[in-house]
């Protein structure tokens, strides 16, 4: 017995030298904090209490070109808070933007001349006949009516927006000009091109609207 002795003690020293290794070890990250490292969701709200931004459903898709202003639709009114009747320096006060004298310098009482959001640009422009704003022509597309009309629509299609439209003979083709009147006392003017489409488009008041070569 007592020669057991030692081989007994011997043993139960090596037991407790080499410990039985855990089956699962225990996750790197705790549960409670795996949520901050995780890639956040779109909107979700971040640990320093930031958000993601969540992109518009449009996303990717290019806006229509706006001629150089961020404006909304043309209107027997007027555009972009510029508002026919107003004076020119009103006009420059109340435009989304910077209004540039289109054309030679110089404004003799009296005297038609444009205004336009672009230098040496008349995509669009603001009809300035006796100080006042009088008409309002757009030569491209990206500005609209109040009916989503704009230059490069089929004639055939305005028509159908227009059911009581004029038709007058363009003094310079053979294609004629769509004519509506408009609230209050303006005019919509509407040149179709060689293709059956709109060209150019103005609106404005009598006798400013029917000028047939603008200021010239």
Known sequence: MLKLLPLLVG???????????????????PPENTATSSTPQSGKVLADNTATPVPPSGAGVAPPR??????????ADGLCNVEFGMTAEEARQAHKGELHRLGSAGAEPGECYYLGPEK???????????GTVQ????RAPGVATGEAVQVGMP????????????RQP??????DNL????????????????????????VGLEPAVDYVEGCA
Do not use: F, H, W
């Open 11 to 29: 043993g139960m020293l090596l037991a407790a030298c080499n410990p039985a290794q855990p089956a699962d070890p225990a996750p790197a990250t």
């Open 66 to 75: 706006q001629l150089g202003s961020a404006c909304g639709t043309l209107t």
């Open 120 to 130: 040496d640009n008349y995509d669009i422009g603001y009809m300035i006949v006796g």
């Open 135 to 138: 008409r309002i022509d757009v």
């Open 155 to 166: 004639a055939g299609e305005v028509e159908g927006i227009y059911p009581g439209l004029e």
């Open 170 to 175: 363009n003094k310079y083709s053979d294609r």
């Open 179 to 202: 004519i509506i009147d408009l609230e209050g006392d303006a005019k919509l003017v509407m040149e179709t091109d060689e293709n059956g489409n709109i060209g150019a488009y103005r």
